[in-house]
């Protein structure tokens, strides 16, 4: 019998707010790695971004987080970490990815030959897991198919940072109408080199929900019913969180990291 690599999906965002579009990003990446034949997928991570990011219309991480742990209640592998929400400042993506990476490293989700605990752990070669076999899980980056073409904005992203990303851990990107991945890969001689390491998954369903049109309905007085779970909508009127002051949060401000990397860093095609 085949044994497979178990693999968590990492999604990073703001989740302001989540959306039912959000879940099935993991549903659709989960289904396309078992189909592969190689992977089992044994948990999805939803790390909402730190306040600090500086996007415009940001709602607080305590409601953003409280919303997606409302959403993924139904799921039985979907779960909410606070961790890059708790920081000081915010945190680049690599440095989540490696935070959740040496977590994992201490789960159960790691198979240890008896009488072996104190040798070090390997990763396997191939695509095996039992319990006779010492094996780290794999961590993806969980995105959609815009996200490619952030690589492409000067001075968004260090250049080695997305190296260690698609090297190291690789990517799910769940491709959407109007969208072609695949062209972002062709035009970047660094993603083009680490194509193996991208998995494109085609959304067999037209999704086209946006928390950012999802905010604006909502200020209008507009039902948002089936786009978002019916247990944040009432989270959200609830505690009464998107209105016109809060999307004028951050208005006019630059992100992070095009603060922090500013003219130094140049686009990843260069």
């Given amino acids: 019998m085949k044994r497979l690599i178990p693999l968590t999906l990492l999604a990073c965002g703001s989740f302001n707010p989540i959306t039912n579009m959000h879940l099935r990003l993991f549903e659709l990446a989960r289904d396309h790695l078992h189909q592969t034949g190689k992977y089992q997928v044994v948990g999805g991570i939803i790390s909402p971004v730190n306040d600090n990011y500086g996007k415009q219309g940001l709602v607080t991480a305590k409601h953003r987080i409280a919303m997606a742990r409302l959403a993924v209640e139904t799921s039985e592998w979907i779960r909410v970490d606070p961790w890059e929400s708790e920081q000081r400042h915010w945190s680049e993506t690599i440095t989540v990815l490696r935070h959740h990476y040496k977590e994992?490293?201490?789960?159960?989700?790691?198979?240890?030959?008896?009488?072996?605990?104190?040798k070090p752990i390997e990763k396997a070669a191939g695509p095996s897991l039992a319990p006779s076999f010492r094996v780290v899980p794999e961590l993806k980056l969980l995105c959609g198919a815009d996200f490619l073409k952030t690589f492409q904005v000067p001075n968004l992203w260090k250049k080695e940072d997305v190296l260690e990303i698609v090297s190291k851990f690789g990517l799910?990107?769940?491709?959407?109408?109007?969208?072609?991945?695949?062209?972002?890969?062709?035009?970047?001689?660094?993603?083009?080199?680490?194509?193996?390491?991208i998995h494109l998954v085609k959304e067999w369903v037209r999704n086209e929900i946006s928390a950012t049109n999802i905010r604006q309905a909502l200020r209008k007085g507009q039902s948002v019913k089936y786009l978002v779970p019916d247990s944040v909508i009432?989270?959200?009127?609830?505690?009464?969180i998107y209105t016109e002051e809060t999307e004028r949060k951050n208005e006019g401000a630059l992100l992070q990291p095009l603060k922090q990397y500013g003219a130094m860093l140049s686009p990843l095609n260069d």
């Fill in 104 to 118: 994992l490293l201490k789960s159960d989700h790691i198979r240890k030959l008896p009488g072996e605990n104190n």
């Fill in 172 to 197: 799910v990107c769940i491709s959407r109408a109007g969208s072609d991945p695949a062209q972002c890969i062709t035009e970047s001689e660094l993603l083009k080199r680490y194509q193996y390491n």
């Fill in 234 to 240: 009432a989270y959200i009127k609830q505690h009464d």
